[in-house]
């Protein structure tokens, strides 16, 4: 495991770097067209774009990460996305910010692709839930941290604009000056998303189911928390409750994950879910209760993208980790950009309590879906050794 984490710590330290800069970046630009009277349309259109631009890139990153390699193409997207971001500071007009949401997008999916992709290759069946658990860390960690930068400054001034752009800059310094050997491919990959599914359903689904959850939870959590709660500060504080839980959980259901089969823990996660999210509908109002299950909650939903990428990539040969990362990344886009809307529809036909009942409905579709494929594949191994 040391040897592992040697190879993958320059690429999460530029991981952090990076989303010290891109954690604020949407808050900042939320904040700037509220102070200039846009339309929630408007703000909102800014979200789905820059999903409709992480999808898009979903498909076309691969071909050209293994044609100019790990490091050149990180350094290519970053540089773009940081020549994105001060453009936002320089000119303001909605329409113009809409394509660079969209382009914004694009290249942030080969910045992921990159990144997960080099873990992932690093990375062996028996560990590789612990090292994906810490790139969760890495990136929840710097997401939260990087919102710090927003007390720098005015948010209508180019100030914040350049952090952003510096950090994503500074993000290319670790890979291009380290010593560690980026993955190399010497033949190309014909993975495609049909074959991905056949390999792993329970991989790409579960990929699926988190995008799911977490365009909803981003997108309507603190809706839910103030018609519960009407308090900005109890807000803060449940928001945090779940994010600290993901950070919490990451590293002990990675762990988990090597230990015990990947398939289970998905199952797990999926039933903690389901059984968190009827104990929140209960409407329980003792508040270290209510902080205790939102940690639970964060743990259980934010654990289940970095295992669903385990499991899929545990059955695919090296070369094919980089499509498959692509593939993975298209999923849980796809659900990203998805999941606000079908949540929208459960709070609007049952109040804000239709949050948890959306979790609640989605892991109840996926469980069986988990548990029956699951059962295929141990058939199928049993049915080798005879």
Known sequence: MIAVL???????????FFLLGAGFFSTLLALNMTLNHASPVEIGAMTGIYYAGLVVGSFRVERFITRVGHVNAYAVFASALAVIYLLHGIFYNVSFWLALRFIGGLTVAGLFVVIESWLLCKSTRVNRGQVLSLYMISFYAAQSLGHFFLNLGDTQSL??????SM????????????YVRSPQFN???????QALARISPSGLVGCLLSGLIMGGLYGFMPTYLNDFFHDKADVAKYMFAIIFGGMLLQYPVGKLSDVIE???????LTVGTITVSILL??????????FSLMVFFGGLTFTIYPISISYACDELHERDIVAGTQSLLLAYSLGAMVGPFMASYYMHALSSRGLFMYFSSICGIALPLFAVWRAQKINRARAELV
Not at 167 to 178: G, Q, R, T, Y
Not at 262 to 268: A, K, N, P, S, T
């Open 6 to 16: 040697f190879e993958t710590f320059v690429p999460l330290l530029s991981l952090f």
């Open 159 to 164: 100030l914040l604009y350049v952090i952003a």
């Open 167 to 178: 950090m994503c800059s500074i993000s290319i310094i670790p890979l291009s000056l380290s």
């Open 187 to 193: 033949e190309p990959s014909t993975l495609s998303f």
């Open 262 to 268: 990947r398939g289970m823990v998905l199952i797990l």
């Open 281 to 290: 509908l209960m409407g329980y109002h003792h508040p270290w209760l209510i």
